[in-house]
């Protein structure tokens, strides 16, 4: 089964701190991998997609690493802020059709 | 760009009655995607089409549901009848496809079926 796992399911830190959420897939096939972030009552807005030949990428205060041999990508936040208060979802695909399968999410709070 | 345009943003409706959710994708983009999100269950992959042909509904619940996309920028997601149990927020996504397919999101609709 092609899962997606997300852990903490929430995460709750003071403004400035740095930090990582974490996703891990079951099947090393991926074709890329996506970060999403989703506010409260709205879509979700694409953050960064990793292909399966790039280590990393990054946007800003955001950086998502993909380590396929171990299954696991992850998202780093530096300096957090409160308007990073929102759920981040990270899902992969196995092909260029763009079909994707999601992960369940972190919600993440940061306190001013 | 407009980006993904889907309407309506709010449906209320009565089980057993017909319920049409519509969606534009966004101009140059050839693959399209319908998601339904729940608490229970996340983000659920219902049917995706590539160049307006369906390629895979496993998704797709039950035969209530049905999609279609008769052109490049027009997609429907029809569930007829409706069930309270149908009650989530659908998702419609698009992207260009090929080697970098960043995908991007429409607002969604939010649905309840009383």
């Known amino acids: 089964k092609q899962e997606v796992t997300q852990i903490p399911a929430a995460l709750s830190v003071p403004e400035g701190e740095n930090l990582v959420l974490n996703c891990s897939f079951t099947?090393?096939?991926?074709?890329?991998l996506q970060w999403f972030r989703q506010d409260p009552g709205k879509g979700l807005t694409s953050l960064l997609l990793i292909q399966s030949s790039q280590r990393e990428q990054t946007s800003g205060r955001l950086n998502a690493s993909l380590d396929k041999s171990s299954g696991r990508s992850t998202l780093y936040i530096a300096a957090s802020q409160p308007g990073d208060s929102a759920t981040y979802l990270c899902?992969?695909?196995?092909?260029?059709?763009?079909?994707?399968?999601f992960g369940q999410g972190t919600t993440l709070q940061v306190k001013p | 760009d407009a980006g993904v345009i889907q309407s309506p943003r709010h449906e209320v409706t009565e089980m057993g009655q017909e319920v049409t959710l519509r969606c534009k994708p966004i101009?140059?983009?050839?693959?399209l995607f319908w998601y339904r999100q729940t608490m229970m269950r996340g983000l659920e992959l219902l049917i995706y089409?590539?160049?307006?042909?369906?390629?895979?509904d496993s998704g797709m619940p039950e035969d209530r549901f049905s999609a279609k996309m008769p052109n490049a920028s027009f997609s429907t997601l029809k569930i007829q009848p409706s069930e309270p149990r149908d009650s989530a927020v659908y998702f419609c996504?698009?992207?260009?496809?090929?080697?970098?397919?960043?995908?991007?999101f429409g607002p969604g609709t939010r649905l309840t079926v009383l």
């Open positions: 089409f590539n160049n307006n042909v369906p390629i895979d």
């Open positions: 996504a698009s992207t260009r496809g090929g080697s970098y397919n960043e995908q991007f």
């Open positions: 101009s140059g983009h050839n693959s």
């Open positions: 099947d090393s096939a991926i074709y890329n």
């Open positions: 899902a992969r695909s196995t092909s260029n059709t763009g079909k994707l399968i």
